[in-house]
């Protein structure tokens, strides 16, 4: 309820804002792109994947 709450408030005060699925995001390095430069963030494309790729591992996420 919490999480419905907080996108409801971003919605209303029209702050830019985007969802990524959990885990999904973390091999998924364009939506993550695609995301980050919708905000106004520009970053190198080539050189944000390989640092995401050597910080988001999939294998060392416990989720249910």
Known sequence: MKFHTFIDTLIHLRIKHHIVY???FLSEYDEIYHAISSLGIHIDKDRGRNIWYSLAD???V???
Do not use: A
Request: hydrophobic letters at 20%; glycine letters at 0%; charged letters at 20%.
């Open 22 to 24: 959990f885990p999904d």
């Open 58 to 60: 999939p294998n060392l």
């Open 62 to 64: 416990h989720y249910k």
